[in-house]
């Protein structure tokens, strides 16, 4: 069942602007991820946040979490046109079972565009 | 290259046909995943993999039927499928997540047309 839901689904912006995208989940998790992907080609993780934790930061990425809210904002700044791609959060909910397996739930992305 | 290779990138078959898509991961991790990603849809877990031993089938048709021989390779073997079935097909590997550490890492995926 589809766990994170991002908003918008799509964003286009200029270049040097800053972009924000928003993901709202349902239930608790042990931590929230964002993936980036460029077109038809894999995710590439960018950024993991976890449950106790509710800023963070790397280079021009600002990861919010806020728990009681169960949402997520992904702020990139700065803007380039390199950052063009679609973006996913991914909740890792637990609890584990089995031999280690956990199930990562993806929502359908926010696609940015980034006008030179 | 995030260490996860996938073969073939592309591959067109007919709804007759047996293929198999292969996965191989450099990174020592214990846990393999196949997702599939159509458009317009979330990204759908189909698969998982801890320690060779399958965990998790989220109810796929048994058209499609994984496989993995040991941790660092996962196949996914494809016989008379559908229309439907055709979309990017996505590998994926992670430490155990028992660790603690669930960032995944995925391959460039497969895109597979079923004509």
């Known amino acids: 069942s589809q766990q994170g839901e991002e908003d918008p689904q799509a964003l286009s912006i200029q270049e040097g602007e800053n972009a924000t995208m928003n993901c709202s989940y349902k239930?608790?998790?042990?931590?929230l991820q964002w993936y980036r992907q460029n077109s038809g080609r894999g995710l590439v993780h960018l950024i993991l946040?976890?449950?106790?934790?509710r800023e963070k930061h790397s280079g021009r990425l600002r990861v919010t979490l806020d728990t009681s809210k169960k949402s997520s904002s992904l702020l990139i700044t700065a803007s380039r046109a390199a950052d063009t791609a679609s973006y996913f959060c991914?909740?890792?909910?637990?609890?584990?079972?089995?031999?280690?397996?956990?199930?990562?739930?993806f929502g359908k992305g926010t696609k940015l565009s980034v006008i030179p | 290259e995030t260490g996860v290779t996938q073969t073939p990138r592309h591959l067109v078959m007919g709804m007759t046909n047996k293929k198999s898509l292969k996965c191989e991961q450099h990174?020592?991790?214990?846990?393999m995943y196949w997702y599939k990603q159509s458009a317009k849809k979330p990204l759908e877990l189909m698969f998982v993999?801890?320690?060779?031993?399958?965990?998790e089938n989220n109810s796929v048709p048994s058209r499609f039927s994984p496989e993995c021989p040991n941790s660092s390779h996962l196949f996914l073997h494809l016989h008379t499928l559908q229309p439907e079935d055709s979309a990017l097909y996505l590998c994926?590997?992670?430490?155990?997540?028992?660790?603690?550490?669930?960032?995944?890492?995925f391959g460039q995926g497969t895109r597979l047309t079923v004509v």
């Open positions: 994926a590997s992670s430490q155990d997540p028992v660790s603690g550490i669930t960032e995944a890492f």
């Open positions: 239930t608790s998790i042990n931590n």
């Open positions: 946040i976890r449950s106790n934790e």
């Open positions: 991914a909740t890792d909910e637990g609890p584990y079972s089995g031999a280690g397996s956990y199930q990562l739930t």
């Open positions: 990174l020592g991790h214990n846990a």
């Open positions: 993999y801890s320690l060779e031993e399958r965990v």
